[in-house]
């Protein structure tokens, strides 16, 4: 059975930092690209980051450049989302994704499997 489980989320003032992870278990981890997708309240979910399987690229929205950071672990599992600078744009809740193709991370209907997320609120 696949997992993927979230953490690392929490409440954090204006131009504060978090360090999400999401831990995979029942996949192969290093055959999959993971990416960071967020959903704010009325909102459809959103491309936060991705990286490949094979650590060849990181791919991150425009809104997040320079200030997020994805990185992975193979080793253990799991996958990282840095995130410096924080504003109040960025509350949402977090969502792990892996995905067995190569390229377009950027894309949700290219995940196979989903976390349940990790709530991200900054305040002001």
């Known amino acids: 059975q696949v997992q993927l489980v979230e953490s690392g989320g929490g409440l954090v003032q204006v131009g504060g930092s978090l360090r999400l992870s999401c831990a995979a278990s029942?996949?192969?981890?290093?055959?999959?690209?993971m990416g960071w997708f967020r959903q704010a309240p009325g909102k459809e979910r959103e491309f936060v980051a991705a990286m490949s399987r094979g650590n060849s690229g990181a791919y991150y929205a425009d809104s997040v450049k320079g200030r997020f950071t994805i990185s992975r672990d193979n080793a253990k599992s799991t996958v990282y989302l840095q995130m410096n600078s924080l504003q109040p744009e960025d509350t949402a809740v977090y969502h792990c994704?892996?995905?067995?193709?190569?390229?377009?991370?950027?894309?949700?209907?290219?995940?196979?499997?989903w976390g349940q997320g990790t709530q991200v609120t900054v305040s002001s």
């Open positions: 029942g996949v192969t981890f290093s055959a999959y690209g």
């Open positions: 994704g892996a995905s067995r193709v190569l390229y377009a991370l950027t894309d949700s209907d290219r995940y196979d499997y």
